[in-house]
């Protein structure tokens, strides 16, 4: 069994797009897991993910959105409450954030232990908070 200490682990912030929420990597293979990676994402105010997709299935976890927290999957959007899972399929366009004033903890869930970012549909410095519409490849 291995203990980790979510605040030890690292955070990545995007100072160069504000509009985006920082992630911390709290559980993947370097922090012992062989099959699973978990991100938490613990933001305040008007903040949105990337439009991104995975190669894997990901699971979206609401645990606390205090506001007007939404998740766009595809071409369709839904809100989001507290104690809310969505699931994205594999190489599903998705983003999700929070609208106006509020909190937003969350956190994502992929069935890989070397998970990483996912493959972003524009590139960094084209995307505001705005959500555009998904580029067709």
Not at 2 to 8: A, G, P, R, Y
Not at 103 to 118: E, F
Request: proline share 7%.
């Amino acid at each position: 069994m291995k203990v980790i200490h979510h605040k030890d682990r690292p955070l990545l912030e995007f100072p160069d797009e504000p509009w985006r929420p920082s992630l911390r990597m709290a559980v993947n293979r370097s922090a012992g897991a062989d099959t699973l990676s978990i991100w938490l994402h613990d933001f305040e105010g008007q903040k949105r993910a990337p439009l991104h997709s995975h190669d894997t299935e990901e699971v979206l976890v609401f645990f606390d959105v205090k506001g007007e927290g939404f998740v766009r999957v595809g071409e369709e959007e839904y809100k989001v409450e507290s104690q809310t899972s969505i699931v994205v399929p594999p190489g599903t366009v998705h983003c999700f954030g929070l609208r106006g004033e509020g909190t937003m903890k969350s956190a994502s869930i992929l069935p890989d232990a070397d998970a990483v970012l996912g493959h972003r549909m524009f590139e960094k410095g084209e995307e505001t908070y705005e959500i555009p519409p998904v580029k067709k490849k």
